[in-house]
Each structure stands twice: as C-alpha cells, then as structure tokens.
C-alpha cells in the first residue's frame, strides 16, 4: 500500500467538510460520557485497524460503558455496550442533521442518555448552527474518507516512532476532532500562568510548557496537507533555527511561528519516513534548546530508559 497516497483539499473538501461534523458529534458524546484527563486527553480519538474510535466510556455518569467508532472500510458508525449489545447504521448518503438524528438514536435503542453540552460545531464557519438542523453538509464519499484513514494512519505510526525518543511526559498520539489533526506533544514540568481572559480550553492545554508534533489535513487558512510543530510559549528567536529537509519552513502566525513541511513536499522525498521524522526532530531540539530543556537527559534513544539494556543493545553483536 502507498506511503503517503495523494489527498488534495479540493479533491474532498465537501467529504472532509461533512465528515469533520460527524466527528464533532460523536466527539462532543465522548466529552460529555468520558472521564475528564489532564490537558484533555479524554477528548481525542485514537486509531483502530479499521478507523477511529472513542474508546470505552460511560458507567462513571450511569450509562452503560460503551464504545463508538467509525468504521472506515464498511463505512459504518457502530454503538456497541460492554454486554455486546450493538447499534449502527451506515455513513454514507446522510446529511449531518440525519447523522445526528442516528446517532441518539443508536444511544437510545442501547439505553444511553447523553446530553450535548453545545449541539453546534466547535469553531467551523457555521458554528451558530445546530447539527440537528444541518442538512447543507451531505457529502460522503466512501474511497475518499477511507483515505483519510490511511493518512492518519501511517501519520500516527510515525509520530508513534518519534514519540519513543522522549523520556518526559508526552500526550498518546490522538486525533482531535475538534481540529481535525492528529498530534502529538512532549511536556516540561514547568508550568505556565495564562493570563486570566484565556479561556479554560486552552489555559489546561498549555497549563505546561510543551512543543507538540502534529498532522492536518488542510483548510481554508492554509489549504493544503501539512506536517507541522509549535514550541508554547514560543522562545525567543526560535524562527531563526534551520529546520530539516530543506522543504520544510515556518510560518508566522499572530503572535507565534509554526513549523511547516508541506505533504506533497514529503511524497517526493526518496524516504518519506525518514523526512518526516527528521523535521519532527529539527523543530524539536529547536524549541527545545531555546526553551532550555535538558535534552540529553531527556532522550530515551529506541524506547529504552533501562540503562543496562540500553547499554547491552548498543554492544556489537559479533558474529
């Protein structure tokens, strides 16, 4: 299976634009059923091997524990109980509306009571809107949204194998859907007073400083595939340090800078992989040297903090 495959913003924009509500939905189920975690890492989905999924939920608000989870080559979305009861319904071919609609249906048939907190998207154009009410967003293409499921796929196994370098506290490799990117982020221990207008979302995001590692898929800001990372706050100067390949660039936002390395740019690599996990690295030791973490002594080269076993896989094996 390709590496990479090609996936242009305007090939599905409408798909990606329909598909992006659906996650909201099933996400905001998951925000309001799920256990509150440090700098929200209840809210994401993780991947499966055959889409995404919320993971187990419930029985803490009195629900059932259940599941939800796009299935990606059956193009379904399953509700399944932890007494292997099971509810679902088919992606294509609904409009958001319906897909809201079929989603408290699903719960409901299972006897799980769950309430949007907001049952409006979160920060999209139409964020006035209830999804009850959508119907202008009603594009589903099957190949296209299996395809973004490949992408965020072999995205997560990279950004797994990046992960594996860093002995600090790190976030799992999750896909938000509220952004619909999926990331990764590497912690400091030392904290950080957001100012008191800052709203509650992003003071517990960034209550730690972090530099975070990620992949998204494009939109109307930036439109077009990207690998990027962002060192928060951001130090000083860190714009000026050189990051690898030579695609790769940063960008200046309002008052920050993310690096960026364009997704078409990686496909043309001779080793993509390796690319990707060389800009990872480059953005990394840069927010990571101006913001003065102790690199070193952070490393963990292979996935291996045990000294000894580090010390016997370095050794030569003779033969």
């Known amino acids: 299976m390709e590496l990479f495959p090609p996936i242009p913003l305007a090939e599905w924009r409408d798909t990606k634009e329909t598909l992006h509500r659906f996650a909201q939905i099933v996400g905001k189920v998951r925000l309001a059923a799920g256990t509150r975690r440090n700098h929200w890492w209840n809210v994401p ?3 499966t091997g055959r889409g995404i999924t919320t993971r187990p939920m419930g029985q803490v608000d009195g629900n059932p524990i259940f599941t939800m989870d796009f299935d990606f080559v059956a ?11 099971e509810s679902s319904f088919p992606l ?16 409901a048939a299972l006897g799980i009571r769950v309430r949007l907190n907001v049952p409006t998207p979160f920060d999209l ?49 999750h896909h938000f859907w509220h952004t619909f990117d ?9 904290r950080i007073e957001q100012p008191r207008q800052v709203d509650p979302v992003t003071r517990e995001a960034y209550s730690r400083e972090v530099i975070s590692f990620g992949f998204w898929f494009g939109d109307d800001a930036f439109p077009a ?11 000083a100067h860190l714009a000026e340090e050189p990051l690898q390949p ?27 992989r390796a690319a990707v996990l060389a800009f990872y690295e480059s953005a990394y030791r840069a927010g990571a040297r ?18 000894q076993l580090r010390a016997h896989t370095a050794r030569p094996v003779s033969g």
């Open 45 to 47: 989905f993780h991947l």
């Open 182 to 190: 999926i990331a990764h982020t590497r912690f400091s221990d030392r």
């Open 125 to 173: 154009p139409d964020s006035g809107r209830p999804f009850a009410e959508d119907t202008e967003h009603a594009t589903y293409d099957p190949a296209q949204a299996n395809r973004y499921w490949r992408v965020l796929s072999q995205v997560a196994s990279v950004l797994e194998e990046f992960a594996a370098g860093y002995s600090g506290k790190v976030s799992p490799v």
């Open 75 to 85: 193009h379904r979305l399953i509700v399944s109980t932890l007494d292997g009861r």
């Open 290 to 307: 101006y913001a003065r973490w102790p690199i070193d002594s952070l490393a963990c080269p292979g996935g291996v903090t045990d000294p």
């Open 225 to 235: 595939p990207a690998f990027y990372s962002y060192t928060a706050p951001e130090p």
């Open 92 to 107: 294509a071919g609904r409009s958001v509306a319906s897909f809201h609609d079929a989603v408290m249906d699903s719960l």
């Open 246 to 272: 030579a695609a790769a660039h940063w960008v200046a936002r309002i008052d920050s800078h993310l690096a960026v390395l364009p997704y078409d740019e990686v496909r043309t690599e001779d080793d993509p």
